[in-house]
T-cell receptor, first 116, second 116 residues
Framework: AQKVTQAQTEISVVEKEDVTLDCVYE???????LFWYKQPPSGELVFLIR??????QNEISGRYSWNFQKSTSSFNFTITASQVVDSAVYFC?????????????FGSGTQLTVLP | GAGVSQSPSNKVTEKGKDVELRCDPI?????LYWYRQRLGQGLEFLIY????????KSGLPSDRFSAERTGESVSTLTIQRTQQEDSAVYLC??????????????FGPGTRLTVT
């Protein structure tokens, strides 16, 4: 079975601070995919990134960056110079290729509040 | 292009009644998923459709839940004899599929179901 743990339930930062959201996953599959989604107050989930288990290169997209470390089964997400609009719930998710479905196993989410 | 759409956006029903929720996936996406999100929690996988293959129903919580999909288009999720614990947001997602890979899922806005 797959499991995703987001130990930080809530984080509050002041605008322009950097913040890192932690994600730890568990799977016995050797091929898997990791995702991050953002759920703003409006409620609709927004896809941020997809990473496969064979690609450990870190990725940067504007103020967002992701650090994938297979050795610690972690896929952490950093927002640099946070903004009020970054306030949302962020979900980390895992998908494996065994079985017929490619359903996402989600963590419980981290509520990020960026204060002005 | 158009995203995933769901209807109704809100549904209030009395305990014991049946409800039907609808999802229109992104055109060209062969995979369709239903998830449930209870208040303040992550998403739970319910069911998966892929083309004309038999659906993966492994996430359905009870036999009161069922879903159908017509080809690669609209899907309906039906909950019979609703219970108060069925109150949640029901999210639909769609994605491309390719053997040996797992693509990001695009989510609809959800249907908020309240059982009184």
């Amino acid at each position: 079975a797959q499991k995703v743990t987001q130990a930080q339930t809530e984080i509050s930062v002041v605008e322009k601070e950097d913040v890192t959201l932690d994600c730890v996953y568990e799977t016995r599959d050797t091929t898997y995919y990791l995702f991050w989604y953002k759920q703003p107050p409006s409620g609709e989930l927004v896809f941020l990134i997809r990473r496969n288990s064979f690609d450990e290169q870190n990725e940067i997209s504007g103020r967002y960056s992701w650090n994938f470390q297979k050795s610690t089964s972690s896929f952490n997400f950093t927002i640099t110079a946070s903004q009020v609009v970054d306030s949302a719930v962020y979900f980390c998710a895992l998908s494996v290729l065994s079985g017929s479905a490619r359903q996402l196993t989600f963590g419980s989410g981290t509520q990020l509040t960026v204060l002005p | 292009g158009a995203g995933v759409s769901q209807s109704p956006s809100n549904k209030v029903t009395e305990k014991g009644k049946d409800v039907e929720l609808r999802c229109d996936p992104i055109s060209g996406h062969t995979a369709l998923y239903w998830y449930r999100q209870r208040l303040g929690q992550g998403l739970e996988f319910l069911i998966y459709f892929q083309g004309n293959s038999a659906p993966d129903k492994s996430g359905l919580p009870s036999d009161r839940f069922s879903a159908e999909r017509t080809g690669e288009s609209v899907s309906t999720l039906t909950i019979q004899r609703t219970q108060q614990e069925d109150s949640a947001v029901y999210l639909c997602a769609s994605s491309f599929t390719l053997a040996g890979s797992s693509y990001e899922q695009y989510f609809g806005p959800g249907t908020r179901l309240t059982v009184t």
